[in-house]
């Protein structure tokens, strides 16, 4: 069995504090990491405050971990040790129905295992990157190109991928209008990598205070939400949209800014339910879609791609001791634009 050190949380109102966590020993296709680097995700926060359900505490979050690989088990013929590798939102899943077989794990159709907050095979909840070690099986390991510094790979392996993913999938690119609403930790990469794929991309942000940023990650225009003329300006103008905010917002506003057959994409997670008026979509054969995540493919297709085009996310990186603080910044906005934990200050 292996310890590692950790920061976990004991219920939905209390502040990280230090702790022990056990590691299984290696099976035979698994590997130990050694984490140099987690990023913190909104996702951390709705689920240490207990907002998405009934959570198993005490709970050591993180799905963005970056770090490298310090021992193999005897079946392991992808990874050695000194890898550079991450782990995203899954540890496993079964492998064995349509989705999995696509190579689409994350709608696994028997539930993928989460990295924190889920239960693994063997029966023992799961813990995520706020520790310094994971036992994964290599299947859901990915590797992390030498170009991409590890502190900055971290926030791709969900901020990444949760926004390359739609993009990819509903083909953004030369000749596509895509919007991004919100300019946060998901909205700065979703900005990036549209623009990187070709496509014209708008911001909507509730102000400009962003604005300068945005135009420098390659945003063409910029908007605020905030003012009613930007509705009226921008009414059937895009092809498809990536919504990244997790708060309830007026949806039925941004579908009348979708064109014919334009498609608004939800990655944000919000805990309220979404209200939808359906002549919002009907009149103009509009889609409301949802996409959580990739596969590991196309996982590691995305960090290839962030490779060849020099993308990385903004970060700003803290000590174990500063968790509460940067969870309190992110609630209020106050983060530009992913936090990173260095693991080496446990």
Not at 315 to 336: F, G, M, P, T
Request: with cysteine; glycine share 10%; charged share 20%.
């Amino acid at each position: 069995m292996i310890i590692a050190k950790a920061r976990a949380v004991d219920g939905p109102d209390q502040q990280f504090r230090s702790a022990e966590i056990k590691r299984r020993d290696l099976d035979t296709n698994d590997v130990l990491i050694e984490i140099k680097y987690a990023g913190i995700c909104h996702s951390d926060i709705h689920t240490a405050h207990g907002e998405w359900g009934p959570v198993n505490y005490p709970l050591v979050p993180g799905h963005e971990i970056a770090g490298i690989v310090t021992d193999v088990g005897t079946g392991v013929s992808n990874y050695k040790v000194g890898d550079r590798v991450g782990v995203g939102c899954m540890v496993d899943s079964c492998g064995e129905c349509d989705n999995c077989r696509k190579g689409e794990e994350q709608y696994c159709l028997k539930g993928n295992i989460p990295t924190y907050a889920g239960v693994d095979k063997y029966g023992e909840p799961t813990q995520g990157g706020y520790s310094t070690h994971i036992v994964v099986v290599e299947d859901f390991i990915v590797r992390i190109p030498d170009n991409i510094a590890l502190d900055a790979a971290a926030p791709l392996l969900c901020a990444g991928i949760t926004t390359y993913s739609p993009l990819h999938h509903w083909g953004a690119g030369p000749g596509k209008k895509v919007a991004v609403v919100g300019m946060g930790g998901l909205g700065h990469m979703a900005v990036k990598i549209a623009h990187a794929m070709g496509a014209e991309v708008t911001v909507l942000s509730q102000s400009l205070s962003k604005k300068e940023d945005g135009l420098q990650f390659g945003a063409d225009h910029y908007f605020a939400t905030s003012e009613p003329e930007t509705f009226e300006k921008l009414a059937g103008t895009f092809d498809l949209m990536i919504n990244t905010v997790s708060a309830n917002i007026d949806i039925n506003a941004y579908f009348s800014l979708l064109t014919l057959d334009g498609t608004l994409v939800n990655v944000g997670a919000p805990a309220e339910p979404l209200a939808v008026n359906v002549f919002s979509l009907i009149g103009h054969r509009r889609s409301f879609a949802g996409s959580m995540i990739g596969g590991i493919r196309e996982t590691q297709e995305m960090l290839d791609f962030c490779a060849e085009h020099d993308i990385a996310p903004n970060i700003e990186v803290i000590s174990a001791d500063q968790i509460d603080e940067a969870y309190k910044r992110v609630l209020a906005s106050d983060v530009k634009y992913r936090f990173v934990i260095d693991i080496s200050t446990m």
